[in-house]
T-cell receptor, first 116, second 113 residues
Framework: NAGVMQNPRHLVRRRGQEARLRCSPM?????VYWYRQLPEEGLKFMVY????????ESGMPKERFSAEFPKEGPSILRIQQVVRGDSAAYFC??????????????FGNGTRLTVT | GDSVTQMEGPVTLSEEAFLTINCTYT??????LFWYVQYPGEGLQLLLK?????DKGSNKGFEATYRKETTSFHLEKGSVQVSDSAVYFC????????????FGQGTTLQVKP
């Protein structure tokens, strides 16, 4: 039973380019969360999606960042016109259902984005 | 809003020493509390959790007790091993129904042989 799969593991982009980060949730999971970990900091919530719906994007920067979770395929976090401050580890987590029952989140190994 | 504060690291211990990593929280209502562990180059793994006051979560020798009166969820282990070296994150699941977790900044633990 494969866990949460993120790719690529490492991504290098020049300033101004676009970054696309992919996340395939665990089998049977329909809820996806994206978090960002800046150097020497904790994880900051970015966005929560269910299939074809954005439920909570309160942690997403207003510009350049977008996320989707289509009916078929992985969830995508897209960063347009990257800047050096976007360099971070981006983690995806999934859960099987509404977490009102406190089911744990399952995390992927992250994508480490470096902007040069 | 909801928040989590952890003691700053790094925490450096010798093997078999006693470990405490402090965690306090601010939240409305009755949050659920979690400890996650992150080994180098990996994602976060759930270590233990507690969902109501006075609950004790435990796993792999680690323990934490949900203390509502002090709004704390300190992580403890009686005898650490080199393999416990990792970053530990305290987190809460608050009153929002979106399921998102609020994390502390993480505490790095280094255990020396």
């Amino acid at each position: 039973n494969a866990g949460v799969m993120q790719n690529p593991r490492h991504l290098v982009r020049r300033r101004g380019q676009e970054a696309r980060l992919r996340c395939s949730p665990m089998k049977g999971h329909s809820h996806v969360y994206w978090y960002r970990q800046l150097p020497e900091e904790g994880l900051k919530f970015m966005v929560y999606l269910q299939k074809e719906n954005i439920i909570d994007e309160s942690g997403m920067p207003k510009e350049r960042f977008s996320a989707e979770f289509p009916k078929e395929g992985p969830s995508i976090l897209r960063i347009q016109q990257v800047v050096r401050g976007d360099s971070a580890a981006y983690f995806c987590a999934s859960s099987p259902q509404d977490r009102a029952n406190n089911s744990p989140l399952h995390f992927g190994n992250g994508t480490r984005l470096t902007v040069t | 809003g909801d928040s989590v504060t952890q003691m700053e690291g790094p925490v450096t211990l010798s093997e078999e020493a006693f470990l405490t990593i402090n965690c306090t929280y601010t939240a409305t209502g009755y949050p659920s509390l979690f400890w996650y562990v992150q080994y180098p180059g990996e994602g976060l793994q759930l270590l233990l959790k507690a969902t109501k006051a006075d609950d004790k979560g435990s796993n792999k020798g680690f323990e934490a007790t949900y203390r509502k009166e002090t709004t704390s969820f300190h992580l403890e282990k009686g005898s650490v091993q080199v393999s416990d070296s990792a970053v530990y994150f305290c987190a809460l699941h608050g009153s929002s129904n979106t399921g998102k977790l609020i994390f502390g900044q993480g505490t790095t633990l280094q255990v020396k042989p």
